[in-house]
């Protein structure tokens, strides 16, 4: 597989997994982390707060460092902007914007701007999927032979381990001849079927249920399940019964590339010359239900704790208490130390929630159930940082400045 192909898997990729975690695809994925940057910045160390909570209180002093740091590592990176949103219930929070949302114009970053979020679409599908479980319309452990066919291991591979990562099936992503056509025009739309054909001609890579392995194709699959159970279209499935409910309103499953003002400009290499170009306009498609969303700072605020605790914003539960304890339930990947993954969501060292990568954009969106904290990270770009994702290596900065005990870690071994 070429380099190009295994980028853009990664990042399709969630963000945990690995080799997916945050790895590939056009989807959502959001890949490798950045590697570390140093905390201790500026004048004062970091140490617990007065309370000793988990969870630093973002004094002048602590606001400085966070400054320091972020603009650090887009220094470091060449991160042309980035926007980084921090909320604790009762405490100051942080809302900054640093660099450029286009560098033609030298616009500036702002807090308000719609960005493309990739593989977190993943947490919104796998929602949709949950509240059909509780609905009863289908069974976690339902294999997917029973809604789709034409799919290796279809009447062992569940709906379950699908969700998980767990299903062994070839990541359609990493394909050459995916890669080709993607890469040479990219503005092309793909349907699901299409994606899914990239996928089943190759053999699985292991038995369901035998390891972790990131994996945009088991989202496909969900997504058509979703539209198959419900009777709709996934995008307004996502809309009537999940964004809408949440007070979502800046938050949208694109049909191709149409992408609101304003918005930022994306910038990423993964061409098929590997020189940088604005991506802004390509077309998602290619990640669907696994990476195709658009959202803003204010929506993923909201879907941070949302999507951790299975309530809406007005106390309503999304999914039912059980379904969700399900959910996060977050096996070790074998890869990483302190990390797993659920139901289309992961644990790093406590921060639970997913991070999204596709060309030109990545994000990272966490919730930290010991102190209700919430940190949102958006960028405009989606080259790596020493062999890492810039996300991951800003979520590694701040946390360690916030939350030293809590740090954002989450390296990811490349499968290309």
């Known amino acids: 597989?070429?380099?190009?192909?295994?980028?853009?898997?990664?990042?399709?990729?969630?963000?945990?997994a690995v080799?997916?975690?945050?790895?590939?695809?056009?989807?959502g994925p959001a890949w490798a982390s950045p590697a570390a940057v140093p905390a201790a910045l500026g004048a004062d160390a970091p140490s617990p707060s007065p309370s000793g909570a988990a969870v630093r209180d973002l004094t002048p002093g602590v606001t400085r460092q966070l400054d320091t740091a972020v603009?650090?590592?887009?220094?470091?990176?060449?991160?042309?902007?980035?926007?980084?949103?921090?909320?604790?219930?009762?405490r100051p929070s942080y809302v900054r914007s640093f660099g450029v949302a286009d560098k033609s114009t030298g616009?500036?970053?702002?807090?308000?701007?719609?960005m493309r979020i990739g593989s977190e679409t993943k947490t919104f599908t796998v929602t949709a999927l949950l509240q059909?479980?509780?609905?009863?319309?289908?069974?976690?452990?339902?294999?997917?032979?029973?809604?789709?066919g034409g799919i290796p291991n279809e009447n062992r591979i569940t709906l379950r381990q699908l969700a998980d990562?767990?299903?062994?099936?070839?990541?359609?992503s990493e394909d050459p001849d995916f890669d080709k056509a993607l890469t040479s025009d990219p503005q092309r739309p793909f349907t699901p079927e299409q994606l899914l054909a990239y996928s089943v001609?190759?053999?699985?890579?292991?038995?369901?249920?035998?390891?972790?392995?990131?994996?945009?194709?088991?989202?496909?699959?969900?997504?058509?399940?979703?539209?198959?159970?419900?009777?709709?279209?996934?995008?307004?499935?996502?809309?009537?019964?999940?964004?809408?409910?949440?007070?979502?309103?800046?938050?949208?499953?694109?049909?191709?590339?149409e992408f609101p003002a304003p918005h930022a400009h994306g910038y990423t290499v993964q061409t098929a010359n590997g020189e940088e170009a604005d991506a802004t306009d390509w077309n998602p498609s290619w990640g669907w239900a696994a990476g195709a969303m658009i959202s803003d700072l204010r929506d993923l605020h909201t879907w941070a704790r949302t999507v951790a605790t299975g309530r809406f914003p007005d106390g309503g539960r999304m999914v039912s208490a059980a379904v969700q304890k399900q959910r996060l339930i977050t096996p070790g990947t074998g890869m990483i130390k302190g990390?797993?993954?659920?139901?289309?969501?992961?644990?790093?060292?406590?921060?639970?929630?997913?991070?999204?990568?596709?060309?030109?954009?990545?994000?990272?969106?966490?919730?930290?159930?010991?102190?209700?904290?919430?940190?949102?990270?958006?960028?405009?770009?989606d080259t790596d940082y020493r062999s890492r994702e810039p996300s991951t290596a800003l979520g590694e900065a701040i946390t360690k400045i916030i939350s030293p005990a809590h740090v954002y870690n989450l390296p990811v071994t490349r499968t290309g």
């Open 165 to 172: 990562m767990r299903s062994g099936l070839f990541n359609y």
């Open 132 to 148: 059909l479980v509780d609905q009863k319309k289908v069974g976690l452990d339902d294999p997917i032979g029973k809604y789709i």
């Open 1 to 16: 597989m070429s380099h190009t192909s295994a980028r853009l898997l990664r990042k399709a990729a969630v963000a945990v």
């Open 339 to 381: 990390a797993g993954y659920g139901l289309g969501i992961f644990d790093v060292l406590g921060w639970i929630g997913h991070n999204g990568s596709l060309p030109g954009y990545q994000t990272l969106t966490v919730y930290l159930p010991e102190t209700r904290t919430s940190l949102v990270v958006l960028l405009n770009t």
């Open 71 to 90: 603009r650090k590592v887009m220094h470091e990176a060449g991160v042309p902007g980035v926007t980084v949103g921090i909320w604790t219930p009762g």
């Open 201 to 257: 001609k190759h053999p699985v890579r292991f038995q369901p249920g035998e390891k972790f392995s990131y994996s945009n194709t088991n989202l496909i699959l969900l997504g058509l399940v979703v539209e198959k159970e419900s009777g709709q279209h996934l995008g307004d499935y996502i809309t009537q019964h999940v964004l809408d409910p949440a007070g979502m309103k800046h938050t949208l499953f694109p049909t191709g590339n």
């Open 107 to 114: 616009r500036k970053m702002t807090p308000d701007l719609y």
């Open 19 to 27: 080799g997916t975690l945050m790895a590939p695809v056009a989807a």
